[in-house]
């Protein structure tokens, strides 16, 4: 049974870089089939996909956050990354970590996500 | 981008109810729209792919429908764990999410 965890800080300041971990367990990362996503969800609002990223290292972004997001891979951590840069409040949301099955696919593993908040 | 409108934002149903929830893309994305349930403090669960497949272990009660722009969520006997947020998401280009629909005890 495929898991996910995210790990980080929970607290970052305003204009910092704000840096999150999902390891996979029960599973390998490297299972050509998958595509590995960051998605966040402000408090009290929806759901925001941020990007994902292949096993080979190959991403896609969401434009409106582009600019400032970066995902990497560990494959023999069984990893993927997360980095987000000049933060603010508005970033303040639970971040989730998230399987997608295929290209076009669902969803259909979640982490249980980390409250990350931007405050001084 | 594409733009992806649920309605309504909230209803009030009872227990046994049919209840019908809709989203709409802002262009047409064929079948590539996926349903989501959320309950408070708990990551989304997956419960329809490509519009109108079930995901394995959900209830039958739940059910796709749709393509191109407009499809529905329909959930044919309302039951007490299904009072939650319900949430749309394409998955045929940038991916986004509806607005969400909250389901609530009437």
């Known amino acids: 049974q495929v898991q996910l965890q995210e790990s980080g800080p929970g607290l970052v300041k305003p204009s910092q870089t704000l840096s999150l971990t999902c390891t996979v367990s029960g599973g390998s990362i490297s299972s050509g089939d998958y595509y590995w996503s960051w998605i966040r969800q402000p408090p009290g609002k929806g759901l925001e996909w941020i990007g994902y990223i292949y096993y080979s290292g190959s991403t896609y972004y969401n434009p409106s956050l582009k600019s400032r997001v970066t995902i990497s891979v560990d494959t023999s951590k069984n990893q993927f990354s997360l980095k987000l840069s000049s933060v603010t409040a508005a970033d303040t949301a639970v971040y989730y970590c998230?399987?997608?099955?295929?290209?076009?696919?669902?969803?259909?593993?979640w982490g249980q996500g980390t409250m990350v908040t931007v405050s001084s | 981008d594409i733009q992806m409108t649920q309605s309504p934002s909230s209803l009030s149903a009872s227990v046994g109810d049919r209840v019908t929830i809709t989203c709409r893309a802002s262009?047409?994305?064929?079948?590539?729209l996926n349903w989501y349930q959320q309950k408070p403090g708990k990551a989304p669960k997956l419960l329809i792919y490509a519009a109108s497949s079930l995901q394995s272990g959900v209830p039958s009660r739940f059910s796709g429908s749709g393509s191109g722009t407009d499809f529905t969520l329909t959930i044919s006997s309302l039951q007490p764990e299904d009072f939650a947020t319900y949430y749309c998401?394409?998955?045929?280009?940038?991916?986004?999410f509806g607005g969400g629909t909250k389901v609530e005890i009437k």
């Open positions: 262009q047409s994305i064929s079948s590539y």
């Open positions: 998401q394409q998955s045929y280009s940038t991916r986004a």
């Open positions: 998230a399987r997608e099955r295929a290209i076009g696919d669902a969803f259909d593993i």
